[in-house]
């Protein structure tokens, strides 16, 4: 069957930094993406990967292994906006997003 | 990036009454449309798929009857959800795509209470 895991809830401090794990089982691959989602609102898209290693955009940095089927999301300098969720979502063979149930990040002061 | 415009907002609405829902993508032409709900703290789960110009794709469970998706044109998607229940009360979200392998871009989402 087709599974991402991702934990359910990370604490972290103000301008420390964060890494959120995703690993993913699907039948192919074509790509990882993550979100960012407020509560109440739409997800918003922060990065996708194809091949393997780090893309690096601002704070948000996303890393794909794709022979561990693993990725990871790595926030720095974090600030009390960051608070949100973040969903990992792999691409399938059928080009279909398949959802994880997303990590709710809570910063603290 | 692109815009993705959802409207309405929210809605509140009786039960056993239609609500329609729209979805535009405003500056650039999406080719594929995906319709979501979202329960509380729950992930995305995706409810349909619709290309311009043909009929939408359900996916397993969906009542097909009950959310009629059409496409009609390459900058608008509408999502009505027929004879409405509370149980269908939650978080409807669009979301537009040019291709296959470009992102996908979010609607601001519906928030649904049916009384």
């Known amino acids: 069957g087709q599974n991402i895991d991702q934990p359910t809830e990370m604490t972290a401090t103000e301008g420390a930094i964060v890494q959120i794990n995703c690993t993913y089982q699907?039948?192919?691959?074509?790509?990882l993406f993550w979100y960012q989602q407020h509560a109440g609102e739409a997800p918003t898209f922060l990065s996708y990967?194809?091949l393997d290693g780090l893309e690096e955009k601002g704070r948000f940095s996303s890393f794909l292994s794709r022979s561990k089927g693993y990725s990871y999301l790595l926030l720095k300098e974090l600030q009390m906006k960051d608070s949100a969720s973040y969903l990992c979502?792999?691409?399938?063979?059928?080009?279909?997003?398949?959802w994880g149930a997303g990590t709710k990040l809570i910063i603290k002061p | 990036g692109a815009v993705v415009s959802q409207h309405p907002s929210w809605v509140i609405c009786k039960s056993g009454t239609s609500v329609k829902i729209e979805c535009r993508s405003l500056?650039?032409?999406?080719?594929?449309m995906f319709w979501y709900r979202q329960f509380p703290k729950q992930s995305l789960m995706l409810m349909a798929t619709?290309?311009?110009?043909?009929?939408?794709?359900?996916e397993q469970g969906v009542e097909k009857d009950k959310f009629l998706i059409n496409h009609a044109s390459l900058t608008l998607s509408t999502l009505t959800v027929t004879s409405a229940h509370p149980e269908d009360s939650s978080f409807y979200i669009c979301?537009?795509?040019?291709?296959?392998?470009?992102?996908?871009?979010f609607g601001q989402g519906t928030r649904l209470t049916v009384v």
């Open positions: 500056d650039f032409q999406a080719t594929t």
């Open positions: 619709s290309n311009e110009g043909s009929k939408a794709t359900y």
């Open positions: 979502a792999s691409m399938d063979s059928n080009y279909q997003l398949i």
């Open positions: 990967n194809v």
């Open positions: 699907t039948s192919g691959f074509n790509g």
């Open positions: 979301s537009a795509s040019a291709g296959t392998f470009t992102e996908a871009f």
